[in-house]
């Protein structure tokens, strides 16, 4: 049925920029090299619970090297991963008791709520300790190479936007179903036996729920691409636990300056936090950034974002210049977020990705 409601999901893998862009992402999800989190498993990592958090940290900076290593010779074919033994402890593990220890004294976003979630403390995200589902269903309204996209919506979110679409989930107006790592991994399976060419996690927001992310996919046994669907409001920490584990980074960039973040969104270092996590998302993954255009937004905010995209990421970077604004949840309280974008408006935005150089946008 998806063949024939987004027909360009199917021409797009031919596209020549999707290609070059996402490679890696395209082996993956058609089984020709195994998914970063697959590769992590395998890497062993000889480490204690009783090591301390720097130890930890001092060897999964270690250990990234080695998995990279590991990662290159597998893509190569010089190393078979089926062929490696499943280790005692893995890079995997490292990095979900990294973030175990990251629960207790909870710094996975930028604002650094510093509570003890495991003894039931809750910060700015309201999120406890079991992973909490909104809904989860073979999306056909994504990026055309994502489609269809095994999307896992969770509940609780690290930003407030006054215009959220997804206010229900992202300010838990709704309840949710807590799912065990067991639970939501046999559901992440049936996603891919369903056809879905990816495990999408987003919601809300994925980076409160992280730890429980990584814990769920070490009980993945299908090869399955993961992306990260992200506001980008994520802490340095955050960045580093994804790497080897994300394939796909599915990244909002929404403002170009930290006083319409902040207005808007309540976000105290936003510019600062979304540039250097696209930079660093480009450095362990393929990226994906989604620029929502916002009404008055024009020149102080979408101009800006993509010419920084041009200069610093490369203008054959993936962007979707997104055009799906409409005024939801609490947008009345910001007066030129009341109404719809214009045709002058979306025909400008155009206009200035193609001003900046970029040449692998899509809307």
């Known amino acids: 049925m998806w063949h024939i409601i987004r027909r360009d999901a199917s021409s797009i893998l031919e596209d020549a920029n999707v290609r070059e862009s996402l490679p ?39 250990s990234l090297s080695e998995y990279k290593r590991l990662e290159r010779e597998v893509d190569s074919q010089k190393t078979a991963l089926k062929e490696l033994e499943y280790p005692k402890r893995s890079f995997l593990d490292l990095k979900n008791e990294i973030a175990k220890r990251i629960l207790t004294n909870c710094h996975f976003c930028t604002r650094r709520c510093n509570v003890n979630r495991i003894e039931g403390q809750k910060g700015y995200c309201q999120c406890g300790t ?10 056909l309204g994504e990026e055309p190479e994502l489609v269809p996209s095994g999307t896992i919506f969770t509940m609780g979110c690290t930003m407030r936007c006054l ?24 559901m992440v399976e049936q996603l891919r036996r369903n056809g879905c060419r990816n495990a999408n996690l987003v919601g809300g927001e994925p980076t409160p729920w992280l730890q429980q992310w990584l814990q769920t996919f070490k009980h993945v046994s299908l090869n399955i691409p993961v992306v990260w669907n992200s506001n980008t409001y994520y802490s340095e920490q955050t960045s580093e636990l994804l790497a080897g584990f994300a394939d796909v980074y599915l990244l909002d960039f929404k403002y170009a300056n930290n006083e319409c973040a902040e207005r808007i969104s309540n976000t105290p270092k936003y510019w600062e936090t979304c540039t250097r996590n696209h930079s660093i998302a480009q450095k362990h993954g393929e990226l994906i950034i989604r620029v929502l255009v916002l009404p008055g937004h024009l020149e102080c905010c979408t101009k800006e974002i993509l ?18 604004y409409r005024p939801e949840w609490k947008s009345h309280e910001i007066p030129e977020l009341r109404r719809r974008l214009t045709t002058t408006e979306m025909m400008r935005a155009v206009q200035l990705a193609k001003e900046a150089g970029l040449s692998n946008y899509i809307t």
């Open 130 to 139: 079991q992973i909490t589902v909104s809904s989860i269903f073979e999306h």
């Open 163 to 186: 215009h959220c679409q997804n206010w229900t989930i992202s300010q838990w107006f709704e309840s949710g179903e807590v799912y065990s790592p067991q639970r939501l991994a046999l």
């Open 24 to 62: 890696r992402y395209l082996a993956v999800m058609q089984d020709r090299t195994p998914a970063k989190f697959q590769v992590a498993k395998k890497l062993a990592v000889d480490f204690e619970n009783t090591d301390s958090l720097q130890q930890l940290w001092q060897m999964h900076e270690k």
């Open 307 to 324: 010419y920084w995209i041009a200069e610093n990421l490369g203008r054959k970077t993936r962007v979707n210049i997104m055009f799906q």
